[in-house]
């Protein structure tokens, strides 16, 4: 039973609103379900809008933020529960041990490195939750191809590619995981 999903996604503003879109819905579908966020915390981009998306559909939001983002203020002020951890790493560690599952929507380079690691922790044995790659309007569609080239020029076994889902939308996401 999934009680509880980690969302690595985008801080930056400057993306298009279909991002912004998707992300307020999957964390409105979270809270609907009774299923706990978890984030890095942000308050900006992405991440701002998951997290109000199930703040304002009632939902139990956690965020994991480092000292020095804290410092900042940085963090979404409205979060029911806000974690702050001593570097990035311990934040990553942190946001994996609270999920039972983890959805990536569309971000940079932070996003980028969280997916890759999580997916290596599970080929690992070191998480087992299902990861589902939320691919907003194709956004991941080049990752995807990069990592089926690994497979196929034999830098990762096939069976890999099964270490992941990928949906196209947040409902869908949701429904791969309930």
């Known amino acids: 039973m999934i009680k509880t999903i980690t969302v690595y996604c985008a801080s930056s503003s400057r993306i298009d609103e279909a991002y912004f879109s998707a992300a307020r819905e999957l964390g409105s579908l979270m809270a609907q379900c009774g299923i706990t966020l978890v984030t890095g915390s942000g308050k900006t981009g992405l991440m701002g809008a998951v997290n109000q998306g199930a703040i304002d559909a009632g939902g139990k939001t956690i965020g994991v933020i480092p000292q020095f983002m804290f410092d900042r203020q940085w963090q979404h002020p409205d979060l029911t529960e806000l974690i702050v951890t001593s570097d990035m790493h311990r934040r990553k560690e942190k946001m994996a041990e609270l999920a039972d599952a983890v959805i990536a929507l569309p971000g940079g380079v932070g996003t980028f490195e969280e997916l890759m690691e999580i997916i290596t922790w599970r080929k ?15 956004y991941y569609n080049p990752m995807l191809t990069m990592l089926h080239d690994a497979a196929e020029k034999g830098f990762m076994k096939t069976l890999d590619l099964g270490l992941w889902k990928v949906a196209e939308t ?4 949701l429904e791969m995981l309930i």
């Open 124 to 138: 690992l044995g070191l998480f087992d939750g299902q990861i589902i790659i939320l691919n907003i309007n194709g």
């Open 170 to 173: 947040p409902r869908q996401a």
